[in-house]
């Protein structure tokens, strides 16, 4: 393979090594040539993206090509990770080459309809869960991929769950993933709280909004702006749609019901104090796996 992953001759068939051997590409040096590729171009987790890839192009998990790391590609399976390779290499993200994306332990579809879920939303589905008791009802606004819904749907069976999405083709990925995985879950076409009738009540209420301020989305990795802006601009200053997810929650929740939301590092105060000042009694600000804040755990006051 060549410093521009078009491929040469070697790529495809080999290398003239020292005598005129012919050095075979396998997975062990496949992936520390396109490691050093990677981290060249500024690709986050070369050599993790490079095994990924690859294991895709095998059809195998990522164990098997440390367990085959001396047999060499065809011809095919090696034009397939070059290519793969290159569409990264220009910024294409992992996640829409290999169509999925593993979330919770559980592998979601995933394409350039809907937001790529990322590990710290793990940590928003996780706390989620936490709140719904066996047999309540939980609401995931803005659902995307539905992978926060599905995780609800799959980890509280007797639980009903409704996922709302604006975007029509974010909903078929949505609806895709809960037919694909045996979620048995409600979802509705809409913005935010207006699809749903005005008696409706839960006891948790979950949102990853759109939250980077829309000044901020030129800076994104080259990645990121191909995810569909819809899901990522937050407005001038990052809080439109969550400042819209605060004030609508408290008449959608039943009395000690909790909200959890999903916010940008710099708006944990912020976060905090919509909670409050939409009648939450406690807001708790929790970080993520980095040590930032991430998201916000409120709760209403309970019954008299």
């Given at each position: 393979m060549s410093d521009g992953a078009g491929g040469t001759g070697g790529a495809a068939g080999g290398?003239?090594?020292?005598?005129?051997?012919v050095q075979a590409w396998t997975p062990l040096r496949l992936l520390a040539w396109t490691q050093g590729y990677f981290a060249r171009g500024g690709v986050d987790a070369p050599r993790l993206t490079a095994e990924i890839l690859l294991a895709h192009v095998l059809v195998c998990d990522r164990v098997r090509l440390y367990l085959d790391f001396d047999k060499p590609l065809a011809e095919d399976e090696l034009a397939a990770f070059r290519e793969l390779v290159r569409r990264r290499a220009a910024g294409?993200?992992?996640?829409?080459?290999?169509?999925?994306?593993?979330?919770?332990?559980?592998?979601?579809?995933?394409?350039?309809?809907?937001?790529?879920?990322?590990?710290?939303?793990?940590?928003?589905?996780?706390?989620?869960?936490?709140?719904?008791?066996?047999?309540?009802?939980a609401l995931d606004l803005g659902t995307g991929s539905g992978c926060i819904a599905v995780s609800l749907a799959l980890g509280r069976p007797g639980a009903r769950v409704t996922a709302v999405e604006l975007s029509p083709e974010a909903l078929e990925v949505a609806r895709s993933n809960a037919a694909a995985l045996g979620a048995a879950l409600e979802l509705v076409a809409g913005d935010l709280y207006r699809p749903l009738p005005a008696e409706r009540r839960f006891e948790v209420v979950v949102s990853n909004p759109p939250y980077v301020p829309s000044g901020d989305l030129p800076g994104l990795s080259r990645e990121v702006r191909r995810e569909p802006r819809l899901?990522?601009?937050?407005?001038p200053e990052g809080l439109d749609v969550l400042r819209r997810v605060v004030a609508g929650a408290p008449?959608?929740?039943?009395?000690?019901?909790?909200?959890?939301?999903?916010?940008?590092?710099?708006?944990?105060?912020?976060?905090?104090?919509l909670c409050l000042g939409a009648g939450f009694a406690s807001a708790e600000l929790r970080r993520?796996?980095?040590?930032?804040?991430?998201?916000?755990?409120?709760?209403?006051?309970?019954?008299p």
């Open positions: 290398t003239a090594g020292g005598g005129g051997a294409e993200p992992t996640a829409h080459l290999t169509g999925k994306k593993e979330f919770l332990g559980r592998s979601f579809r995933i394409d350039a309809r809907a937001l790529v879920p990322r590990p710290e939303t793990e940590l928003v589905a996780e706390a989620a869960l936490e709140a719904l008791p066996e047999g309540g009802a899901a990522l601009d937050g407005g008449a959608h929740l039943v009395p000690g019901g909790t909200l959890v939301v999903e916010i940008h590092e710099g708006h944990g105060d912020a976060a905090v104090q993520d796996f980095a040590g930032l804040p991430r998201y916000v755990v409120a709760r209403l006051p309970a019954a």
